[in-house]
């Protein structure tokens, strides 16, 4: 069965410091993968997908980046934190492009 | 470009109510419809997708119907129980090939 592990589950961090999230698909070759931001008590909007390794689209930046550097993993980051950026960022992956998503736990992430 | 518009929330019932949460939708393309189901502090699980038009979808008691003409996708169950509390989203893939969310429907079920 495929598991999907992201880490950390939460993070408190500094404005302008950096931040580095993670996202491993366990079970799957090949998935899609893309990274979700959500705004406490609101929805959810689509960051960034990957269809392949090395290769990322965004979909919007936030000044926010996106790495996959291995087939299982998913890797978003940005070297500055603003207090916009607070937040449950959620990874999920999908077989296909137009199929359903499957979402992890997700991480929560607080800039002060 | 693609939208869906939904019950605004929060909806408070008791339980053994029934539930409708409204659904509507907005795309150029043929789409693929979903409800998902999150829990506090939990990532959104999937309750069922439905790809056809005039077919329904249905898991745990819920169901949705795909109407193709009014371009809607309600959500229905006959009787919530408590831990049916949660936010229930409605979620389309069309002409951009992005999966696109509503705003979500807070349930309250109070027994």
């Known amino acids: 069965a495929q598991t999907i592990h992201q880490w950390p589950v939460a993070e408190i961090k500094a404005v302008g410091s950096p931040l580095s999230l993670g996202c491993t698909i366990k079970?799957?070759?090949?998935?899609?993968l893309y990274w979700y931001w959500q705004a406490t008590g609101g929805t959810l909007q689509q960051l960034f997908y990957?269809?392949?390794?090395?290769?990322v689209e965004s979909v919007v930046q936030l000044n926010l980046s996106a790495s996959r550097p291995k087939d299982d993993q998913f890797i978003l980051s940005t070297e500055k934190l603003l207090l916009s950026h607070s937040g449950f960022y959620l990874c999920?992956?999908?077989?296909?492009?137009?199929?359903?998503?499957?979402f992890g736990p997700g991480t929560r992430l607080t800039v002060l | 470009g693609d939208s869906v518009t939904q019950t605004e929330g929060p909806v408070t019932l008791s339980e053994g109510t029934s539930l409708t949460v409204n659904c509507s939708y907005e795309?150029?393309?043929?789409?693929?419809l979903f409800w998902y189901v999150q829990y506090p502090g939990e990532g959104p699980q999937l309750l069922f997708k439905?790809?056809?038009?005039?077919e329904k979808g249905s898991s745990r008691g819920f169901e949705a119907t795909y109407n193709k003409e009014a371009t809607s996708f309600h959500l229905q169950k006959a009787s919530v129980q408590e831990s049916d509390s949660a936010v229930y989203y409605c979620?389309?893939?069309?002409?951009?090939?992005?999966?696109?969310f509503g705003e979500g429907t807070k349930l309250t079920v109070s027994s």
């Open positions: 079970g799957k070759s090949s998935p899609n």
């Open positions: 439905v790809p056809k038009a005039n």
């Open positions: 979620a389309l893939i069309g002409g951009s090939a992005k999966l696109i």
């Open positions: 990957s269809i392949t390794v090395g290769q």
């Open positions: 999920a992956w999908s077989l296909l492009g137009g199929d359903e998503q499957y």
């Open positions: 795309t150029k393309q043929y789409p693929t």
